[in-house]
T-cell receptor, first 116, second 106 residues
Framework: DTAVSQTPKYLVTQMGNDKSIKCEQN?????MYWYKQDSKKFLKIMFS???????INETVPNRFSPKSPDKAHLNLHINSLELGDSAVYFC???????????????FGPGTRLLVL | DAKTTQPPSMDCAEGRAANLPCNHS???????VYWYRQIHSQGPQYIIH???NNETNEMASLIITEDRKSSTLILPHATLRDTAVYYC???????FGQGTILTVHP
């Protein structure tokens, strides 16, 4: 059974489009995260949700909007896609208090987004 | 948040121990040291973490110096599948640095 799953695995789209990436975890964790890994391979936190509540929101354009329908899901919606949004997006989850601090995180396989 | 410094790359022969160093001289007293790795095209994978004492699990050992300013991840018998980027992270810092590219060769 896949612990943290993401769909789609690959996403190729045109500039200006709106797209969503879905993430689900079946580990019973309370906290989920979205990370972006750019072409230089730096992996940076974007958002973190604890029990459907936003607890971390890094300096990310407001074109990016996370949505958590329940604690097992954290979807990422991106409006008006730009060339610079091309990257690999990773979802992760952990069992930790709402402080948003680190505990052992389990990552999904990533979604490779290419904006043309 | 404490910053970490790792060598950009290391090589290791298959079957030998791989010792990956990390400096975290500004670490504060309650910050844990975490190690993750990322195999090509996959999501990062948790390896081990520790606060003060040395730790060991089925994947690796973590040696933390007494002053906690540095640590070493040890893969006791490296295999080709251990080739990956290894990240040393201090708790609270939610950005992975460049890490160490470990290449295990036959």
């Amino acid at each position: 059974d896949t612990a943290v799953s993401q769909t789609p695995k690959y996403l190729v789209t045109q500039m200006g489009n709106d797209k969503s990436i879905k993430c689900e975890q079946n580990l019973g964790h309370d906290t989920m995260y979205w990370y972006k890994q750019d072409s230089k391979k730096f992996l940076k936190i974007m958002f973190s949700y604890n029990n459907k509540e936003l607890i971390i929101n890094e300096t990310v354009p407001n074109r990016f909007s996370p949505k958590s329908p329940d604690k097992a899901h954290l979807n990422l919606h991106i409006n008006s896609l730009e060339l610079g949004d091309s990257a690999v997006y990773f979802c992760a989850s952990s069992q930790n208090p709402r402080t948003g601090g680190w505990e052992t995180q389990y990552f999904g396989p990533g979604t490779r987004l290419l904006v043309l | 948040d404490a910053k970490t410094t790792q060598p950009p790359s290391m090589d290791c022969a298959e079957g030998r121990a791989a010792n990956l160093p990390c400096n975290h001289s500004t670490i504060s007293g309650n910050e844990y040291v975490y190690w993750y790795r990322q195999i090509h095209s996959q999501g990062p994978q948790y390896i081990i973490h520790g606060l003060k004492n040395n730790e060991t699990n089925e994947m690796a050992s973590l040696i933390i110096t007494e002053d906690r300013k540095s640590s070493t991840l040890i893969l006791p018998h490296a295999t080709l599948r251990d080739t990956a980027v290894y990240y040393c992270i201090v708790r609270g810092k939610l950005t992975f640095g460049q890490g160490t590219i470990l290449t295990v060769h036959p």
